[in-house]
């Protein structure tokens, strides 16, 4: 294959061609790259074009073969985003060394991967494709989660840590699925494939003066659009207690029925039992088990009747009062379930475990804010069925024979 390659000088076009800022770059014979292949190593001859005036040069066989910039095929290039997106960059080293018999070393992998997630982060900003809505009924969900940050990333922020500093970066995921399978009692549940995610470390809040919404409502208005959220015969947004989840709610899709989701209502209430009770259980249990009880039958004033109780010797319980209280109206389990609407789907949590916590959050994972936005970005794209796609633009964009 490097024989044909290299045999082939059809790359050389004459001595002199035009460059990109205009002039003409001349002809400064062919150089050698050796470029991983998922066939083994090539070393590929390739015709040079140099400009004087950019002090810089390009080679047009690597324009047309996807090669610029990089020493990895596309093909190699895919792999290692695949990689990169599901396990550690070590790890996905190993990976490529086992199952492809190709040495791309990690700090090559996490490179590669990172640049292939700014691409995908750039087209999602760039390309909404609205589609309709897949259900009659559309949900979309909002969470957030922290992922571990270098301590250069958070120099003078405000964290959550005993001495104020800040450890974490909060990444704010988005979800958009429907939920027409109903289970064997009759509930409704998240129909398999239809998850899409997008994700990123972004602002929620936007203020008065703010022209733009924040960075975060502009990403879930892209989300809504491209799944028909927006253009569903009910839509429903699903989130835990957050203010700022439902400030963009009522901003960004008004008319939308508001749910907190019971999943993490009742967790809420699991956590108050053990503030309350301490963490061994016996008597926390089944005190939570009650209100559990009691929010699935739509008893919210006996919920929070227990909670006062507690209120003042209690800070969680107090705090948990104010969440219960604020939310009241997200709370109508009974109402919502006759109305045949998914409440405890668990889909947003989860979301946040599959699509951020199980590659972002893991022992001794320090990641920089463009790093870590990379990797969200290639992730989510692949979650939600979106590579191929990309792929296909990529290598089209790329020119003929980039694949
Ligand atoms: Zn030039």
Redo the contacts with the bound molecule.
């Keep these: 294959m490097e024989q044909r390659f290299n045999a082939d000088q059809s790359d050389h076009r004459g001595p002199t061609l035009s460059?990109?800022?205009?002039?003409q770059?001349r002809y400064a014979g062919r150089r050698a790259k050796t470029v991983q292949s998922a066939l083994g190593e090539l070393t590929l001859e390739r015709a040079y074009y140099h400009?004087d005036?950019?002090e810089?040069g390009f080679y047009p066989r690597d324009r047309a073969l996807g090669l610029q910039g990089s020493s990895l095929s596309p093909a190699v290039t895919r792999m290692v985003g695949r990689v990169g997106a599901m396990v550690s960059f070590v790890e996905g080293s190993a990976l490529m060394q086992e199952l492809a018999a190709v040495p791309v070393d990690p700090k090559q992998v996490e490179r590669t991967a990172e640049a292939l997630g700014r691409e995908i982060a750039e087209d999602e900003r760039r390309r909404v494709e609205p589609e309709p809505p897949a259900a009659p009924t559309m949900y979309l969900g909002m969470d957030g989660t922290g992922v571990p940050m270098r301590a250069s990333e958070l120099a003078g922020r405000a964290g959550k840590s005993p001495d104020g500093s800040a450890k974490t970066r909060e990444v704010k995921l988005c979800t958009v699925w429907t939920a027409e399978g109903r289970d064997d009692e009759g509930l409704p549940v998240r129909d398999p494939g239809s998850v899409s995610y997008s994700a990123a470390i972004e602002s929620a809040a936007s203020r008065d003066t703010d022209e733009a919404p924040s960075e975060f409502a502009q990403r879930a208005d892209r989300e809504a659009r491209r799944r028909g959220f927006d253009q569903a015969d009910r839509r429903v947004v699903l989130g835990d207690g957050a203010p700022w989840i439902w400030n963009l709610a009522d901003e960004q899709f008004p008319g939308a029925i508001q749910i907190v989701d019971l999943f993490h209502a009742k967790q809420h209430l699991s956590d108050v039992a053990k503030a309350i009770y301490g963490p061994g259980g016996d008597l926390g249990r089944p005190w939570a088990k009650q209100r559990h009880d009691e929010l699935d039958e739509g008893q919210q004033e006996a919920v929070l009747q227990a909670l006062r109780v507690h209120a003042e010797a209690h800070d969680e319980a107090r705090k948990c009062l104010d969440y219960v209280t604020r939310n009241q109206l997200r709370m109508r389990y009974p109402e919502f379930r006759a109305q045949g609407l998914c409440v405890s789907s668990g889909v947003v949590e989860a979301g946040c475990k599959v699509a951020i916590a199980t590659r972002l959050k893991r022992a001794g994972m320090r990641w920089t804010v463009s790093g870590a936005d990379a990797i969200i970005a290639l992730r989510c794209c692949q979650l939600s069925g979106r590579f191929e796609d990309f792929w296909e633009r990529r290598s089209a964009a790329a020119g003929p024979g980039a694949r």
Aim: glycine share 20%; with cysteine.
């Design positions: 460059c990109g800022c205009g002039l770059a400009c005036a950019c810089a």
